[in-house]
């Protein structure tokens, strides 16, 4: 696939996210819901490591997708710097799916806002797909035995919603 109907590819994809749909995704049924397995899949770190979701069975997981040009995300960011700093020696994993952006922009985005969490690439609607992800951000809170416990749509208004979302998934 040659590089400008990729970029159109993924300008299509983002702005459809941007609109709230999905395209093969009519109903919310249709992807990962509460009490499910969350899907797995493999994708790239900004270093180029490729991490699964099932490299963390075991612990408990805080999945975000995101998109540096999503103002809701960004106002989210610290929030969910500050909850794995403080929480990831109790086992929490926090990942960021950032969904169709280069890997320089992630990179510049990350450096700047300060965020030491794995942040993952999704150059493919592949995963934002299974996920059924409709806008952004999103967030699943996956349990040790990679079940989704809560989904949150939309960026958490302060720290203390995290916290309570978090209860679910951490002792």
């Known amino acids: 696939m040659n590089r400008s ?8 994809v983002a702005l459809l996210l941007a609109l709230g749909v999905v395209v093969g995704c009519s109903s919310p049924a249709q992807g990962p819901g509460i009490d499910k ?5 493999q994708l790239p770190t900004l270093d180029g490591k490729v ?18 040009w999503c103002g809701p995300c960004r106002f989210e960011m610290p929030f969910l710097e500050n909850v ?9 994993v926090v990942l960021a799916v950032n969904l169709q952006e280069s890997p320089e922009r992630v990179r510049e985005f990350v450096e700047r806002m300060g965020i ?20 952004l951000p999103t967030t699943f809170f ?28 951490m002792p």
């Open 37 to 41: 397995l969350a899907p797995d899949f």
């Open 142 to 169: 996956i349990d040790k035995n990679g079940i989704i416990r809560d989904i949150k749509i939309g960026a958490f208004p302060n720290e203390m919603e995290l916290a309570r979302r978090l209860s679910k998934i």
């Open 5 to 12: 109907l990729k970029i159109g590819l993924a300008l299509i």
């Open 84 to 92: 794995y700093r403080a929480r990831s020696g109790e086992g929490l």
């Open 116 to 135: 030491s969490f794995p942040v993952l690439l999704a150059s493919s609607p592949e995963v934002p797909l299974a996920y059924n992800i409709r806008s």
């Open 51 to 68: 991490i699964s979701l099932r490299d963390f069975r075991g612990r408990p997981v805080l999945l975000n997708f995101w998109a540096s």
